[in-house]
Nanobody, 123 residues
Framework: VQLQASGGGLVQAGGSLRLSCTAS????????IGWFRQAPGKEREGISC????????HDETDVEGRFTISRDNAKNTVYLQLNNLRPEDTAVYFC?????????????????WGQGTLVTVSS
């Protein structure tokens, strides 16, 4: 059973990336998924979460509409589209899955946490 974030990389300010959160060993469609990030020297913060059927989202951080969460349950994948990236968006991005609640508070224990993916935005 594993949850994995991928799609990070080095991008210039103003650029875009699409992160993926994929599951192996369980059906991601039964879980709400949240995206989080942790910048160097800072606390982990919640970004957004999406319900199992994608009927609602919750945006925790002030990303000013630049980030969009979505999911494709047929592919067992949840996405986070990052647009108009800024140097302050540089962080390791994580996803979490929970069967009962929409993960957006970084200090809570969720059913699964994925390995992170590094996003670096150059100025």
């Amino acid at each position: 059973v594993q949850l994995q974030a991928s799609g990070g990389g080095l991008v210039q300010a103003g650029g875009s990336l699409r992160l993926s959160c994929t599951a192996s060993g369980f059906d991601l469609g039964s879980y709400a998924i949240g995206w989080f990030r942790q910048a160097p020297g800072k606390e982990r913060e919640g970004i957004s979460c999406i319900t199992p059927h994608g009927h609602g989202t919750h945006d925790e951080t002030d990303v000013e509409g630049r980030f969009t969460i979505s999911r494709d349950n047929a592919k067992n994948t949840v996405y986070l589209q990052l647009n108009n990236l800024r140097p302050e968006d540089t962080a390791v991005y994580f996803c979490a899955a929970d069967a009962a609640i929409c993960p957006y508070k970084p200090t809570m224990n969720y059913d699964y946490w994925g390995q992170g993916t590094l996003v670096t935005v150059s100025s």
